[in-house]
Each structure stands twice: as C-alpha cells, then as structure tokens.
C-alpha cells in the first residue's frame, strides 16, 4: 500500500521569506513524486515532479522538491514567498508495481501575508 | 490545447436524488481517472477509464456509483441515489498512453458536490 503525509493542515509566511511545505510518503517500490497546488475556485495545477535523477527537481513559478530517499520525503520549497503562491497544495505518489493512480496526502493551506 | 473539463461546475441535491457528472479529458488522452476529496481530507482514487475500459475501479465507495466512458472519449459519474456523506469535489483526471507508467496526470477544475 501506499501513502502520503503533509503533517502541516496550514503555513504561514512572510512574503519574502523562504517556505517550505513537508511531504513524507511510504510505497512498496520506486516512489513517482508530484505537487499539485489548488487556487481558491480553481482545479489541481501540476508545479512539479520526481521520477528518476537529480534528487533537486525544479517546478513552476519558482518551486523546487528535494526527494529525499533515507528520510522518504519530499519537501516543497520556494527561496522567496509572494502573496500570490497563498493556495492548497498537494503532494502525491505513484510507484513502480503500484498500478495507475496517484496518492494524495490531505493538502497544507499556505498562507503568505505582507 | 484545451484542458480537462468538468460539468457542471457545482451541483446542490438533496438526499435520494440522481446527479451525473460530466468529464471531457484533453483530446487524445486514451487514461481517464476520476478522483474525490471529501471536506478536508485527501484527493481519493475512484477510478480509472483506459478508453472504454475500466482498468481499476478499486476505489469506487458502492454501487450507487456507476461510471462510464462509451467510445472512449468523455465520462461520466452517475450517483445513485445520492447521500449526505456523497458531497465533496469530484476532480477528473486524463494523460495520454505514454505517460501510463509514471502517472503524470492532468486535472480538471473539478465539480463540488453538495447533497442536503
């Protein structure tokens, strides 16, 4: 089986400061990684993903993922919040031998202020 | 290119009625999925269409779901007779035949359900 956590339900950062949003996942084999994020009225938004190679994956809008396989995670981070990155965002996980869907933790609101 | 579609956008029924959702994948997609989240918890697998076929339907909750997907184009979800635990949003997901093995998928804006 597989699953995901997003322990944080919400983040709040200062515009301007670095963010982090925290994924640990658990699969039987080789993980596939995702975030999606959700604005406000909108459908989920691929930012980025992980299959194979560098462990450092670069996504849209300034977000990047460390897959961390020792620690089974795979951290959202963006160097410099903007107000506008405040949405719900999801990670999910796939695997070799897991069939065809994704898994998705419960989501973590990010919450940029001025 | 057009997106994934999804109709309609919200939909409110009270409890016992019938309500079909609308999914229109990206043209060419043959992998369809739909997916639900209920308030506050995790997106949930319901299932998945490649073209006509169901491929896994392990996640569909009963059989007062019933979904299809005839000539391998558009799909929809019927709930029958809908229930107060059925509400959430409803996202529709497609790839194409290529991506099947890593799982990228593309998602529709989802629609919201709400039974009273």
């Known amino acids: 089986a597989q699953s995901v956590a997003q322990p944080e339900d919400q983040v709040n950062v200062a515009e301007g400061n670095p963010l982090t949003v925290k994924c640990t996942y658990s699969?039987?084999?080789?993980?596939?990684l995702f975030w999606y994020v959700q604005y406000p009225n909108r459908g989920l938004q691929f930012l980025l993903k992980y299959i194979t190679g560098d462990n450092l994956v670069k996504g849209s809008y300034g977000f990047e993922a460390e897959f961390n396989k020792s620690q089974t995670s795979f951290h959202l981070k963006k160097p410099s919040a903007l107000v506008s990155d405040s949405a719900l965002y999801f990670c999910?996980?796939?695997?070799?031998?897991?069939?065809?869907?994704?898994?998705f933790g419960t989501g973590t609101q990010l919450k940029v202020e001025l | 290119e057009a997106g994934v579609t999804q109709f309609p956008s919200h939909s409110v029924i009270e409890k016992g009625q019938t309500v079909t959702l609308r999914c229109d994948p990206i043209?060419?997609?043959?992998?369809l999925y739909w997916y639900r989240r209920v308030m506050g918890k995790e997106i949930k697998f319901l299932l998945h269409?490649?073209?006509?076929?169901?491929?896994?339907e392990s996640g569909m909750p009963n059989n007062r779901f019933l979904a299809e997907r005839t000539g391998g184009t558009y799909s929809t979800l019927k709930v029958q007779p809908a229930e107060l635990e059925d509400s959430g949003v409803y996202f529709c997901?497609?790839?194409?035949?290529?991506?099947?093995?890593?799982?990228?998928?593309?998602f529709g804006p989802g629609t919201r359900l709400t039974v009273l």
């Open positions: 999910a996980v796939s695997y070799t031998g897991g069939g065809n869907k994704l898994t």
């Open positions: 699969v039987s084999g080789n993980p596939y």
């Open positions: 043209s060419g997609h043959d992998n």
């Open positions: 269409f490649v073209k006509e076929s169901k491929q896994d």
């Open positions: 997901a497609s790839s194409p035949i290529y991506l099947i093995r890593i799982n990228e998928q593309f």
